[in-house]
């Protein structure tokens, strides 16, 4: 059994394109602009086909890894594409709810990991929480305008959470 996000590429480039994706359709720009009549009309292609697809043979395999592991413990990751495709048909009436919805998924899925992490003593998990939080928090800063000061005082902030964070798991783990 392969635990490890390196050992398994298809994870690390699964994980790392949702995430890219996620990220990019987390800003302003994306969500209004995919609201005009242009994006309207190509859902009428067959790329809408491909994706309803792909979309149903990835709840097929989520499915099948349900039953043949019996997880208790849900991963919001397994879930974001579902997530998306509701976000991606709400954005049609309302984009600044599916931008928010966008932005609350990455914030659980950033949870999620640091709590995972944190549980299972894994620091992998942790870091990786820790740097989907952080780059959520960089979006922000670039659709908010705060000062250059609290931008400072945030990131300092998070690098006193980072070290934090890594020096409580070590002396767990010893």
Same mark, same amino acid.
């Given at each position: /059994?392969?635990?490890? %996000?390196?050992?398994?590429?298809? /994870? +690390?480039?699964?994980? !790392?394109?949702? @995430? !890219?994706? &996620?990220?990019?359709?987390?800003?302003?720009?994306?969500?209004?602009?995919?609201?005009?009549?242009?994006? /309207?009309?190509?859902?009428?292609?067959?790329?809408?086909?491909?994706w309803l697809l792909l979309t149903l043979i990835a709840s097929y395999l989520l499915v099948m890894e349900f039953a043949r592991h019996k997880k208790s413990k849900?991963?919001?990751?397994?879930?974001?594409?579902?997530? $998306? %495709?509701? &976000?991606? !048909?709400?954005?049609?009436?309302?984009?600044?709810?599916?931008?928010? *919805?966008?932005?609350?998924l990455l914030l659980t899925i950033a949870v999620s990991m640091i709590w995972r992490g944190q549980d299972q003593l894994q620091l992998h998990l942790l870091n990786?929480?820790?740097?989907?939080?952080?780059?959520? @928090?960089?979006?922000? $800063?670039?659709?908010?305008? @705060?000062?250059? +000061?609290?931008? *400072?005082?945030?990131?300092?902030?998070?690098? !006193?959470?980072?070290?934090?964070?890594?020096? %409580?798991?070590?002396?767990?783990?010893?």
């Amino acid at each position: /059994k392969i635990d490890s %996000l390196v050992k398994n590429p298809f /994870k +690390v480039i699964g994980f !790392i394109g949702t @995430i !890219i994706i &996620l990220l990019i359709t987390s800003f302003d720009f994306y969500w209004h602009d995919s609201g005009t009549s242009k994006w /309207k009309d190509s859902l009428l292609s067959g790329s809408t086909g491909v994706w309803l697809l792909l979309t149903l043979i990835a709840s097929y395999l989520l499915v099948m890894e349900f039953a043949r592991h019996k997880k208790s413990k849900v991963n919001p990751l397994n879930y974001a594409y579902i997530v $998306f %495709l509701l &976000l991606f !048909i709400i954005h049609f009436n309302s984009p600044v709810v599916s931008q928010i *919805g966008v932005n609350i998924l990455l914030l659980t899925i950033a949870v999620s990991m640091i709590w995972r992490g944190q549980d299972q003593l894994q620091l992998h998990l942790l870091n990786l929480g820790l740097l989907v939080l952080v780059a959520l @928090i960089i979006c922000r $800063f670039f659709d908010v305008q @705060i000062s250059f +000061v609290i931008r *400072g005082i945030i990131f300092v902030l998070l690098g !006193i959470s980072f070290f934090i964070a890594n020096y %409580l798991i070590i002396k767990k783990k010893k």
